[in-house]
Antibody, heavy 119, light 107 residues
């Protein structure tokens, strides 16, 4: 069945970067884009951005512009999200999800990756 | 951006009861609203899209209704596996936004 498998827990120092991976299986990777969301402790879900996995086009939320990069490796059906200049406010569970474009809903989600930013 | 408000924040019910969850948008999202179920440690699960269409494999006890700014998710005859947090999400305007969630827990 279709699934998205994310990389494991990360602990980072303030100012560092984190790169989370999201490997797709069970469906044609190139038929969908990948969005990234996050959920900080006690908070709701926040959309970060979306990537077209065919041509690499991206759309980011204004809050993350200039600090996030999304990339992909078609040969391994894997999408990546890199967030730079981390602060404690970036401590959250990060999710990838399958989506047609940057204004769609999300019918398949990864299991989440906990990123903790602490000195 | 469109702000979604969900009520109640927590809904305490017993198995077999019906749950009625509300989602209100700060401006019209037409029918472009989805509902998700989220259990701790698991991936969120799409239940309803386009306000009232059940996603593939979602049982008929889950139903969505509404349009414009007011939406409802109804869960009939709660079972133990239905106790979770439920989020609404709009895709009418960029950026997509989520509501803060309603937790359905055991009474």
């Amino acid at each position: 069945q279709a699934q998205l498998i994310q990389s494991g827990t990360e602990v980072k120092k303030p100012g560092a970067s984190v790169k989370v991976s999201c490997e797709a299986s069970g469906y044609t990777f190139a038929r969908y884009g990948i969005s990234w969301m996050r959920q900080a402790p006690g908070q709701g879900l926040e959309w970060m951005g979306w990537m077209n996995v065919i041509n690499g086009d991206t759309k980011f939320g204004q809050k993350f512009q200039g600090r996030v990069t999304m990339s992909k490796d078609i040969s391994t059906n894997t999408a990546y999200m890199e967030l730079r200049s981390l602060s404690s406010g970036d401590t959250a569970i990060y999710y990838c999800a399958r989506s047609i474009d940057y204004t769609s809903d999300f019918d398949l989600w990864g299991q989440g990756t906990l990123v903790t930013v602490s000195s | 951006e469109i702000v979604l408000t969900q009520s109640p924040a927590t809904l305490s019910l017993s198995p077999g009861e019906r749950a009625t969850l509300s989602c209100r948008a700060s401006q019209s999202v037409r029918y472009s609203l989805a509902w998700y179920q989220h259990k701790p440690g698991q991936a969120p699960r799409l239940l309803i899209h386009d306000a009232s269409i059940r996603a593939t494999g979602v049982p008929a006890k889950f139903s969505g209704s509404g349009s414009g700014t007011d939406f409802t998710l109804t869960i009939n005859s709660l079972e133990p596996e239905d106790f979770a947090v439920y989020y609404c999400q709009q895709r009418a305007n960029w950026p997509v936004t989520f509501g803060p969630g309603t937790k359905v827990d055991f009474k």
